[in-house]
T-cell receptor
């Protein structure tokens, strides 16, 4: 257990529904990242926050995706109008934000879109 | 060309032998390199980080970095069945912010 928690761990939804995932980083970590991983592939970067500021978004993050980190603590990732192609493991990671800045991953949220 | 490339395997190694995992990267300015282990259905777990050319050892694990050749490797000595997992190479590219770019992973099986 790295200290990064994610909720829910599993989500099954129907195409067209909206879903929201939550990530709680390690308490002293300033940076928070979202990645997406599909079967047989490595994680792909989606976005990252330095405190409450969203500093980078991948081109993978379409208009249907939005992420927030109010008050620089937990973060939420929302997917609107889900599509079957959104089925994946959504991973959250956090890092201190200084020095070597190693990223530690949470357990992930597995999304299945029917 | 992918930014980070790994042989997807599977790589099969007998118990007690040395497992050698390789990774190449395309961004010559990359500064930070990481190896993560991922068991099936679980999230990536950090094994090693390396920032300078040469070798870095931690227990049964040795990471090797050659920036001139843009090559990173991970050696696992005295391989155990519990080492069977997918090993992900991750690079912090110089041009990116703080994101990690991952290879597709190498599936390693240790045979008893």
């Amino acid at each position: 257990d790295t200290g990064v928690s994610q909720d829910p761990r599993h989500k099954i939804t129907k195409r067209g529904q909206n879903v929201t995932f939550r990530c709680d980083p390690i308490s002293e970590h300033n940076r928070l990242y979202w990645y997406r991983q599909t079967l047989g592939q490595g994680p792909e970067f989606l976005t990252y926050f330095q405190n409450e500021a969203q500093l980078e978004k991948s081109r993978l993050l379409s208009d249907r995706f939005s992420a927030e980190r109010p008050k620089g603590s937990f973060s939420t990732l929302e997917i609107q109008r889900t599509e079957q192609g959104d089925s994946a493991m959504y991973l959250c990671a956090s890092s201190v934000g200084t020095g070597a800045d190693t990223q530690y991953f949470g357990p992930g949220t597995r999304l299945t879109v029917l | 060309q992918k930014e980070v490339e790994q042989n997807s395997g599977p790589l099969s190694v007998p118990e007690g032998a040395i497992a050698s995992l390789n990774c190449t990267y395309s961004d010559r300015g990359s500064q930070s390199f990481f190896w993560y282990r991922q068991y099936s259905g679980k999230s990536p777990e950090l094994i090693m980080s390396i920032y300078s050319n040469g070798d870095k050892e931690d227990g049964r694990f040795t990471a090797q970095l050659n920036k001139a050749s843009q090559y990173v490797s991970l050696l696992i000595r005295d391989s155990q069945p519990s080492d069977s997992a997918t090993y992900l190479c991750a690079v912090n590219p110089a041009q990116g912010a703080q994101k990690l770019v991952f290879g597709q992973g190498t599936r390693l099986t240790i045979n008893p």
